[in-house]
């Protein structure tokens, strides 16, 4: 069970610490790695590429690998996964060194083409038959935690070279792949095999026509998807605002820091606030009330003063967003029967790529016409997202649970 905690761990984390790297690697005059004589737009637009070829990988094929991993077995998979994280974090590492796009590029289509190493171990997690609560809640703490630590890796070792923290991740996922193959067994299955006609490399597509058709979900996971490419133009590009903005001009160790204290918000709204709250309020409540604070709080980021008024910012964002999340997830679920509940939470991951792909190509270039605007977006995005949750799925519950 370590060696599945430990992967997903390490899967958040290379996941993240290329994101506070953009910046010097691609925006900062001072710092530049990679295209040295481009246009500022040019490359604002590459860096929202280097994040949408990652997600967008992540929406194909993420659902092909979890019904593969249904047929074939986890353990399989999750070496599979785990060895497209290490080829990926060492080709990008590699990358940086060696002055590559390119090679950055193909290091962050084969990490993002084997991204569903954390459904996979989670599903594994719940195979074990033990308490599935509270082992998917200890699978979202670290999922969390590596968010946390991602942007503390790329600050810290960035000192060395920028290239450091990815090949920390190299080294951090070989562990994970070790423990695997070494500590992970599965029950057997006799007469399991692969029936190759079931599984689609468009699977992630056909998955959104589904939902399209089924009155229940399809406005709550329209207003999810709104939330996903609101978030994604945050998370991505408020790092280059802070390190531009004139009133700011945070330094990478500062913005690492205000990433780091998010990820703190997410593990205590996950463990803490949300299920505290869920308690004496509805779903729908905390889904709408968590979206626009969490609207609000990007607004409030674009009137920053000083790093410590940045922080605090970072800390009510992380809280915010997963006061919405689980809601929204939980609204989803409770309009599916029980022999849906696999189909719909894949969704979410389909519909979460999806965001933050769309997201990552748009603010890529709004960013080239200003800092702020993707910051400005997201927002407009977020209070858009909570105007249509107050409605969306109005009276489609299948359960008893309330909004």
């Known amino acids: 069970m370590i060696a599945l905690y430990l992967l997903i761990l390490v899967d958040s984390i290379s996941a993240t610490v290329i994101i506070p790297l953009l910046g010097p690697l691609l925006i900062d005059p001072a710092t530049l790695v990679f295209l040295p004589d481009a246009s500022l737009p040019l490359r604002n637009f590459v860096s929202g590429l280097l994040v949408a070829t990652y997600v967008f990988l992540m929406l194909y094929m993420a659902p092909v690998l979890g019904r593969l991993s249904d047929q074939w077995g986890r353990r399989p998979v999750l070496l599979l996964c785990g060895a497209g994280v290490l080829l990926g974090n060492l080709l990008a590492g590699l990358a940086i060194d060696l002055h590559l796009l390119p090679l950055l590029f193909l290091g962050r289509l084969i990490g993002g083409a084997t991204a569903a190493a954390q459904p996979t171990a989670q599903a594994a997690l ?145 463990g803490l606030v949300q299920p505290a709250l869920a308690e004496r309020f509805g779903m729908r409540s905390l889904a709408v009330a968590g979206l626009a604070l969490n609207a609000a709080t990007m607004v409030a980021c674009l009137l920053l003063g000083s790093a410590y008024q940045a922080y605090a910012a970072a800390l009510v964002a992380g809280i915010t967003v997963n006061i919405a999340y689980p809601s929204i997830v939980t609204m989803l679920s409770d309009r599916v029967t029980p022999e849906r509940q696999g189909w719909i939470l894949g969704m979410v991951g389909s519909a979460a790529a999806m965001g933050w792909g769309v997201s990552s190509v748009i603010s890529g270039a709004l960013g080239g016409l200003g800092q702020a605007l993707p910051v400005v977006l997201a927002a407009a995005l977020m209070a858009g997202a909570a105007l249509a949750m107050t409605v969306a799925g109005s009276g489609g519950t299948t359960t008893a649970a309330p909004d």
């Open 126 to 270: 719940v195979d074990t038959g033990s308490n599935k609560a509270r082992l998917l809640s200890y699978s979202m703490l670290f999922s969390s935690l590596g968010f946390v630590l991602g942007p503390v890796v790329a600050s810290g070792l960035s000192t060395i070279s920028f290239s450091a923290p990815l090949h920390l991740c190299t080294a951090l996922t070989l562990i994970a792949l070790v423990l695997l193959w070494t500590g992970y067994r599965e029950e057997e299955k006799p007469g399991r095999k692969v029936d190759w006609s079931t599984i689609s490399i468009f699977e992630g597509v056909r998955c959104f026509k589904e939902a399209a058709g089924d009155r229940a979900v399809r406005g709550i996971l329209g207003g999810f998807l709104l939330m996903q490419v609101a978030w994604g133009s945050f998370f991505v590009f408020v790092s280059v605002y802070l390190m531009e903005a004139p009133r700011l001009d945070m330094s990478l160790h500062q913005v690492g820091a205000f990433m780091s204290i998010m990820g703190i918000g997410f593990c205590i709204s996950n």
